[in-house]
C-alpha cells in the first residue's frame, strides 16, 4: 500500500460500463454482476465509487449510447467524470478527487479491458497509487473485426495474469475477484 498516511482511503472505479462500449463485449452480464457486487460492497463500507465516463466522436455526449448500461445504478451523490482519452486521469479532475479525499488505493471495474482499464491502471500506478484489478469485473471484445486473432477471453485472462505481478517503488498491482473484494477495513 502506499505509504502515505495522507493516502490510506480505497476507491472503486466503475470505468466505461456504457452501452455502446460494452454492446458486444465478452460475458457482459456476469462482469456487470459482477461489478454490482463491488458497487454494493463499496456502498455498505462507505467508499467512493468513481463513475468514469468516455465520449468521442463514435461515442457523442448524451447519445444513447454513450449512456451506463441500465444494469448499473450511479447515486447522486458519486462523483462523475467524463474523459476523453484511455487513461482517466488524463484531462480529468480524478487525481484532485482522489488527493482529496486521502484515496491511495484503487479497485478499477470496466471496459474495455484493453484500452480503458489497462491504460488507467497505468495512468494510477504510474502517479503513486496502489491498484488491484478485480478479475471478473472487467471486459473488453473481441478483436477480429480488427483483424488481430485474439479473443477477448485470452486479453482479460493476459491483463488479469499480467496486473498480479506489476509492482513500482512503494506500490503494486494486484487482482481480486469480486466475491473477494474486502472493503470493511
Known sequence: MIASESRRNSAVLVIDVQRD?????????????????????????????????HHSDGLRRGSPGWEFVDELRR?????LLHKTYGDAFEATDLE?????????HLLVTGA?????????????????????LVAD??????LAADGVAIKASDVIAH???????????????STVTAAEVDLTD
Not at 484532485?96 to 491511495?104: A, F, P, S, V
Not at 484493453?114 to 504510474?126: E, P, S
Not at 469485473?137 to 473481441?142: I, L, M, P, R, W
Not at 491483463?159 to 498491482?173: F, I, K, L, Q
Request: a negative charge; glycine letters at 8%.
Open 21 to 53: 462500449v460494452v454492446a458486444d463485449a465478452h460475458d457482459v452480464d456476469d462482469v456487470i454482476a459482477n461489478i454490482n457486487t463491488v458497487i454494493d460492497k463499496a456502498r455498505a463500507a462507505d467508499v467512493p465509487v468513481i463513475w468514469i465516463q
Open 75 to 79: 447515486s447522486d451523490d458519486e462523483p
Open 96 to 104: 484532485t478527487l482522489l488527493t482529496d479525499h486521502g484515496i491511495g
Open 112 to 132: 474495455q479491458t484493453d484500452f480503458c482499464v489497462r491504460a488507467t491502471l497505468h495512468g494510477a500506478l504510474a502517479r503513486g497509487y496502489d491498484t488491484t
Open 137 to 142: 469485473a472487467h471486459t473488453t471484445d473481441d
Open 159 to 173: 491483463t488479469n495474469h499480467y496486473w498480479r505481478g506489476v509492482t513500482a517503488p512503494g506500490r503494486s498491482g
